[in-house]
């Protein structure tokens, strides 16, 4: 994603806290526009999401509860970037964390911001495909509550159509998935798609 970038001028740090995984800030900036106030912002160190798709064409989701929400939503494996971490170490780790799998091929199908009302977060997608389930997977961190659900192109187009809790990132990583596999030419699974006049899969 490409854009100019205009960064408002900084007049006066408001409040700062440092929480966990993020930070939270309010400052009284002056817009490119002049127009000068205070805005909050969650200062963010990105996150990686993979679409991991099986060799039966199946695409590996996980539901996890989500206590902001009080329920659990339907995702694609993802985490937050650490310090240190590029985002392809990080989302390898995560595939094998909450999906327990292993991909031997990977393609990155671009960052996009998550929430640029209040936060800085971007998201870096990644399409990982020749998927190996792990025999021992590895330990999913204390706090976390989810499961693994495996579904096709069709199920899980229509559980968006449906109103399926899922979160914003998902979704938009899979149309990206989607338009990835069309440009390039990629058709490894034997997957139908018609994306020039609307979004149709055939299993």
Same mark, same amino acid.
């Given at each position: 994603?490409?854009?100019?970038?205009?960064?408002?001028?900084?007049?006066?740090?408001?409040?700062?806290?440092?929480?966990?995984?993020?930070?939270?800030?309010?400052?009284?900036?002056? /817009?490119?526009?002049?127009?000068?106030?205070?805005? =909050?912002?969650?200062?963010?160190?990105?996150?990686?999401?993979?679409?991991?798709?099986?060799?039966?064409?199946?695409?590996?989701?996980?539901?996890?509860?989500?206590?902001?929400?009080?329920?659990?939503?339907?995702?694609?494996?993802?985490?937050?970037?650490?310090?240190?971490?590029?985002?392809?170490?990080?989302?390898?780790?995560?595939?094998?964390?909450?999906?327990?799998?292993?991909?031997?091929?990977?393609?990155? /199908?671009?960052?996009?911001?998550?929430?640029?009302?209040?936060?800085?977060?971007?998201?870096?997608?990644? *399409?990982?495909?020749?998927?190996?389930? /792990?025999?021992?997977?590895?330990?999913?961190?204390?706090?976390?509550?989810?499961?693994?659900?495996?579904?096709?192109?069709?199920?899980?187009? =229509?559980?968006?159509?449906?109103?399926?809790?899922?979160?914003?990132?998902?979704?938009?990583?899979?149309?990206?998935?989607?338009?990835?596999?069309?440009?390039?030419? *990629?058709?490894? *699974?034997? /997957?139908?798609?018609?994306?020039?006049?609307?979004?149709?899969?055939?299993?």
């Amino acid at each position: 994603m490409y854009f100019e970038q205009e960064p408002p001028e900084f007049l006066q740090k408001r409040l700062f806290y440092q929480g966990r995984v993020f930070a939270f800030e309010v400052n009284k900036l002056r /817009l490119p526009k002049g127009v000068e106030g205070e805005w =909050e912002c969650v200062r963010h160190p990105g996150g990686a999401l993979a679409v991991p798709i099986t060799a039966e064409g199946k695409l590996v989701l996980v539901r996890q509860y989500r206590f902001a929400l009080g329920g659990r939503l339907l995702e694609f494996p993802a985490g937050t970037l650490e310090v240190g971490e590029t985002a392809s170490f990080t989302v390898k780790r995560e595939l094998e964390e909450e999906a327990g799998y292993r991909a031997k091929q990977w393609a990155s /199908l671009g960052k996009f911001p998550l929430a640029p009302g209040y936060s800085d977060e971007y998201i870096y997608a990644f *399409l990982a495909t020749d998927l190996e389930k /792990l025999e021992h997977p590895v330990e999913q961190d204390e706090d976390e509550d989810m499961e693994v659900v495996l579904m096709s192109f069709r199920e899980f187009q =229509e559980a968006i159509a449906s109103g399926v809790a899922i979160d914003a990132k998902t979704i938009t990583s899979f149309f990206l998935a989607c338009l990835h596999l069309k440009s390039n030419g *990629l058709n490894p *699974l034997g /997957l139908k798609m018609n994306l020039d006049t609307d979004i149709s899969f055939q299993d």
